[in-house]
């Protein structure tokens, strides 16, 4: 079975920092694309980052640029979004998705709460 768990968010203060983890099992992961989107209530789900199969030429939206950092460690199945400087705008439920689009895969995490307030 093929699932995807988020986990390491919560309540932080702006300025404060988390580190998301997502843990991939039931696919060939380091066979994907990996990436984290976010979506606030009332709001699009939007990218927030991508790792390519193998952790190179990491993009983030400009939103997050230089505040969060997406990395894979592929013999852990796992995906990370370290995010620092927090902003009440970076409020939302991160997700992380895997992605191999040639073959017409895309899987899904359940999501995992963000809130920055004070």
């Known amino acids: 079975q093929v699932q995807l768990v988020e986990s390491g968010g919560g309540l932080v203060q702006p300025g404060g920092s988390l580190i998301l983890s997502c843990v991939a099992s039931?696919?060939?992961?380091?066979?994907?694309?990996m990436s984290w989107y976010r979506q606030a209530p009332g709001k699009e789900r939007e990218l927030v980052a991508v790792?390519?199969?193998?952790?190179?030429?990491?993009n983030y939206a400009d939103s997050v640029k230089g505040r969060f950092t997406i990395s894979r460690d592929n013999a852990k199945n796992t995906v990370y979004l370290q995010m620092n400087s927090l902003k009440p705008e970076d409020t939302a439920v991160y997700y992380c998705?895997?992605?191999?689009?040639?073959?017409?895969?895309?899987?899904w995490g359940r999501g995992t709460q963000v809130t920055v307030s004070s």
């Open positions: 790792i390519t199969s193998a952790g190179g030429n990491p």
């Open positions: 039931g696919f060939s992961f380091r066979w994907y694309t």
């Open positions: 998705k895997a992605d191999w689009s040639n073959l017409r895969l895309v899987y």
